[in-house]
């Protein structure tokens, strides 16, 4: 779904809004569960099947951002957690937007695995990627709620149009722990 589109500014904004400013306005659990879940819906209108691959990179960094604060005081085991994160995110990474090209190039046929692109994939990655590496330079408090991470990287206004921010300056995570 693009922000101009008819969809998005005349039923699911004005819904959103609605629901979150006069439907939930003192419940604020409620609040962060419905934008997680209009998130996915925005993310799910473009992309249906690919909102199980967002779910589980939101789910894999929460763990990883877990595990390195578990391992707070042993540097050498964190430096291996983030290792993997990034081997398992370039992994991703690579199968979505270079396996074709690098079989084309041996081939020489194009779209050999009919691979397509999830939208917003590098972004999504890059920003559950902060999160991690923001808990290991202690610039970003670990989260024990799935919640808060799946928020983080999920949001709808800032999933498809980014940019980019770091876990420790992100002012919607600020928002969402003063009210969980």
């Known amino acids: 779904m693009l922000f101009p589109s008819e969809v998005f500014r005349f039923m699911f904004l004005p819904f ?13 659990l409620g609040k ?4 997680f879940i209009m998130s996915l819906l925005f993310y799910a209108y473009g992309e249906p099947k690919y909102v ?7 789910l894999l960094h929460f763990g990883l951002g877990l595990w390195v604060n578990r391992y707070s005081n042993d540097k050498n085991m964190q430096k291996l957690i983030l290792c993997l994160m990034v081997v398992i995110d370039v992994c991703i990474l690579g199968y979505f937007k270079y396996l074709n090209f690098i079989v084309s190039i041996f081939t020489g046929k194009m779209d050999t695995f009919k691979i397509a692109l999830p939208i917003g994939i590098s972004f999504f990655t890059f920003q559950a990627i902060s999160y991690v590496v923001d808990v290991y330079r202690g610039k970003g408090k670990v989260q024990t709620n799935f919640l808060n ?3 983080y990287i999920s949001l709808f206004p800032q999933l498809i149009a980014g940019p980019i921010v770091r876990y420790e300056t992100e002012p919607m995570r600020l928002s969402i722990e003063k009210r969980i």
């Not at 959103?16 to 604020?28: E, I, N, S, W």
């Not at 962060?32 to 934008?35: A, H, P, Q, R, T």
């Not at 199980?52 to 939101?58: D, E, G, P, Q």
């Open 32 to 35: 962060n569960i419905f934008l």
């Open 16 to 28: 959103v809004l609605a629901v979150y400013y006069l439907g939930l306005r003192k419940h604020t």
């Open 52 to 58: 199980f691959l967002m779910l589980f990179m939101i």
């Open 149 to 151: 991470v799946g928020l």
